[in-house]
């Protein structure tokens, strides 16, 4: 009798090959496929010799051996390579059959591929993966949404393979119809970018400012990871400082200050714009990269134009203290724009998203996994109604908390010249939120001015506009052009 594999994936690069051998290990057989087929010889007769695998030479190959329904898994190159395998495998397949996309691809395409697929007789599963390479082999978060049928055939493979937080709960759930799983995935993503850039803000501020060495900023990034900011960035930073190059100088200290992106940051940032989301520290940390690679007009820019030279004269371990702060607030905000995102989007395109879930998922095997993610899970179990983080009694005194060092720290940025535009935005964004007024009563003004876009009055009821004939040389006719 001929071999069946649980479940086909097609794609041996990193995550992939790490992915499979991940689900090996938990007693799946699992059929592998790859474009350039060489590389599948190799896996089997390497990585993945005298375990339960078997290798595919085509798609149909790969098709043939799998057990019905047949399921068949994408970890490809996000954009059109996905379609054309898509087309590809549907041949191949029989009604009931599962087409799976475990890559970064942006949340519209899935949708439409879900149509697609699903107008064949088919199923279909769009599912955010992270966790990296490490993840993928010993446990990630996994976001799965699109045909909702499919669930219960994938569901096993997915929870056994997925990191487990809380005593064994799997860090994976199904998240909603379409394009959910990867709308999820791409607002991790965002929030990661806009971890990963206060954090490097906060070492500007260590470098330049104090002048740390890397030794002293890993044993300061070591002891935060035992406090407020315990999680996986501040980790991996702390490892990062301490290591060293061959001559035993630090790593850090060798590698180019130009950063690359694959997308997702910019995809959440445009999300954002499309539902009218502030989404402010993220869409900053987007274009800090985007500066970043701007590296020789920076360098000669450097030469040309004066600014303030940093010098610090007060207490280093009062600093450190207030720069914990900063970044803790700042994570906080980054979270809460990113559910407030997540909360546009569930109302736009009709999923209901489980936000306790979500934060339960994220707790384990991502990248952003981190110790206050438990309490947004509590928040949404106490409050499933909850319309922002930031009216949360938690989060809301935890902001409150930080918010003094947090302007030390902006404060002391801004007049030595140091650039911070994740933390600086974050703190504007919490003032702007917590503001009963802000002057968009002139802006609307400005408008009504110049286009007749109209205003509404606070002495008249909500929903009544108004022109005023500002120069005494317009009309009555207004433009309907008003957006709230």
Known sequence: MTKTADIGLIGLAVMGENLVLNMESKGYTVAV??????KVDNFINGRGAGKNFIGAHSIEELVAS????????????????????IDQIISHLEPGDIIIDGGNSYFPDTIRRTQYVESKGLLYVGTGVSGGEIGALHGPSMMPGGSAQAWPFVKDIFQSIAAKVDNGVPCCDWVGSDGAGHFVKMVH?????????????????????????ADEMHEVFTKWNTEELDSYLIEITAEIMAYKDEDGSPMIDKILDKAGQKGTGKWTGSA?????????LIGESVFARFLSAQKDMRVEASKLISGPKPEFSGDKQAMLNDLKMALYGAKIISYAQGYNLLMAAAKEYGWQLDYGGIALMWRGGCIIRSAFLGDIKKAFDTNPALAHLLLDNFFKQKVELAQDGWR????????????APSLTSALCYLDGFRSAWLPANLLQAQRDYFGAHTYERIDKP????????????????VSTAYNN
Request: proline share 5%; hydrophobic share 40%.
């Open 33 to 38: 496929y790859n474009r350039t087929v060489e």
């Open 66 to 85: 799998l057990e019905r329904p047949r399921k068949v898994m994408m970890l490809v190159k996000a954009g059109q390579p996905v379609d054309d395998f």
């Open 189 to 213: 993503n965002g929030i990661e970018y806009g971890d990963m850039q206060i954090i490097g803000e906060a070492y500007q501020v260590m470098k330049d400012l104090l002048g740390m060495s």
């Open 272 to 280: 954002a714009l499309e539902l009218g989301v502030p989404l402010t």
């Open 408 to 419: 030390r720290v902006c404060a002391a940025a801004l007049l030595n010249g140091i650039p």
């Open 462 to 477: 909500r929903g009544q506009f108004f022109h005023t004939n500002w120069t005494g040389e317009g009309g009555n006719t």
